[in-house]
């Protein structure tokens, strides 16, 4: 049998057979259904899914296989490689510890990071949390994954390379931002940052199965993770064992991990509700705008409702934890195949849960009302050739990099064909993005070959674009 079919023929045999350990009420139809039908389209072997109200479990079980080739099924103690969920963490720990005094958030890190003296002296921890220092990829094209780095070499590495922009003026993704966090941690402190996190945060919860990565050790109820290559399911490619203890997302950890977590953070107990509510602000840029991103959760709404969440990408893996603080309501999915859209399927069992969160790729039909004065590609087109001065907001046109534009036009290209699916009116909310106050977040599908794509568009009251989202499924 091909290795593409290994585990898809008999997922349904598995859905239906393999529970997880919890007792539990059955979960709804509609979410077995739509977890079934997402699995099998995008050729998922093995997920795990929990559902809070509250701190009430709804729903914690697994579905598929945790390994192909043994057929073993998920459950809720399966354990999946974090990726950038473990980002919160590592967040939450860096502002317990200068809660202690140990450092402030405003300090530079080039007090504890010298090697950067001279390209990072701007740089503050705040920024390093962020994603707004303006420090590059580490994991670019001149980068072995192959090779054993030291935490020194990492440093050094990173630091050889000039910043993407001056810190503050922008927010950029950087895996390399919570590398160095992880390293300043243990220069303060003495000691490795996984120690710290058990001892700040995993043991005092009570979080037994949450740990560094490690391929050498005997972990019960591992997973494995894979890849599709060509139509055909692989296993992860294998990194240097050091690239797995970094502080950028590299966490073994289980649904029965991410539960107690969800909880505490519900009741502000581990981190306090202080560092929850510094998370959970939105970064201000040193133009004054702001942007939807904390200490490392993502704060995007969804429909216009307040969201704060965070995915996770690595070795095979893909995580997601979405909370809706309006609704009571978390959604953490954990998945075993590098190409799943864990965040989307959040957002969709998150729809199914309650209608008003119902994403736009669920939608039946276009919203009624009135749609934007341009298309999505006609305002991709725009942007991507830089020729949105009477389109965009001053805030969105300053935070439009090479970078970005670049990006936004490869979209334009792997999705050339696209389709309104109307706007809701989000002014309620009082979203201020990139320094302009938001009227309406509009969606459009772009259809592709290989993949779709939503585009959402938030405008001012006067049709301005003022800041855009993009979500693969």
């Known amino acids: 049998m091909a290795s593409s079919v290994v585990g898809f023929a008999i997922l349904a045999q598995s859905l239906a057979a393999h529970p997880g350990t919890r007792a539990l009420p059955p979960p709804p139809d509609s979410i077995n259904a739509y977890i079934a039908a997402e699995m099998s389209r995008q050729r998922i072997p093995g997920l795990s899914l929990a559902i809070l109200r509250g701190d009430s479990v709804m729903l914690a079980r697994g579905y598929g296989f945790a390994n192909v080739e043994l057929r073993v099924p998920a459950s809720d103690s399966t354990i999946y490689q974090s990726g950038s969920v473990g980002k919160q963490f590592t967040a939450a720990m860096v502002v317990m510890l200068s809660q202690q005094g140990r450092f402030r958030l405003d300090d530079p890190v080039t007090r504890w ?11 503050t921890v705040r920024h390093l949390l962020t994603h707004t220092s303006g420090v ?6 001149t980068f072995d994954y192959r090779k054993d780095y030291t935490e020194d070499q990492l440093v050094r ?16 993704y950087s895996n390399t931002g919570y590398l160095l966090l992880g390293v300043l941690v243990h220069r303060v402190t003495g000691r490795f940052y996984g120690d710290v996190l058990r001892d700040l945060i995993f043991r005092p919860l009570g979080m037994g199965s949450v740990r560094i990565i490690s391929e050498a050790d005997i972990v ?36 029965n991990d991410m539960i107690p977590w969800a909880v505490s953070l519900n009741q ?5 509700s202080t560092v929850l509510r510094a998370a959970w602000q939105p970064v201000r840029l040193k133009d004054g705008g702001l942007f939807p991103y904390g200490f490392g959760w993502d704060l995007t709404d969804q429909r216009g409702h307040r969201r ?18 309006e609704y009571q309501l978390t959604v953490i999915v954990l998945a075993n195949l ?10 969709g069992v998150a729809g199914i849960v309650e209608p008003d969160l119902r994403p736009p790729p669920r939608f039946t039909a276009a919203l009624p009302g009135p749609r934007p004065p341009q298309g999505a590609d006609r305002i991709l087109q725009q942007l991507a050739g830089g020729r949105d001065a009477e389109l965009v907001t001053p805030g969105l046109h300053r935070f439009l990099s090479p970078a970005v534009r670049t990006e936004l036009g490869q979209l334009l290209k792997q999705a050339p064909s696209w389709t309104s699916l109307g706007c809701d009116v989000v002014s309620r909310r009082k979203m201020v993005w990139l320094g302009a106050p938001i009227e309406r977040a509009c969606y459009s599908r772009g259809i592709g070959p290989a993949e779709q794509v939503i585009v959402t568009t938030y405008y001012t009251r006067d049709w301005k674009v003022a800041h855009l989202n993009t979500n693969r499924y």
């Open 157 to 172: 590495f990173a630091a050889s390379r000039p910043l993407d922009f001056p810190a503050g003026a922008r927010w950029s």
């Open 220 to 255: 019960p109820n591992r997973a494995a993770g894979y890849e599709l290559v060509k139509g055909q399911l692989k296993n992860q490619g294998w990194v240097a064992p050091s690239l797995n203890t970094t502080a950028d997302g590299s966490l073994y950890l289980s649904l």
């Open 268 to 272: 502000g107990r581990i981190p306090d």
């Open 113 to 123: 990071l010298p090697e950067g003296a001279g390209v990072w002296d701007s740089i």
């Open 308 to 325: 704060i969440g965070h995915t996770g990408a690595w070795q095979g893996f893909k995580t997601a934890i979405h909370r809706y603080p």
């Open 338 to 347: 590098a190409s799943a859209e864990t965040g989307s399927l959040a957002e």
């Open 136 to 141: 590059g990829e580490y994991t670019d094209s």
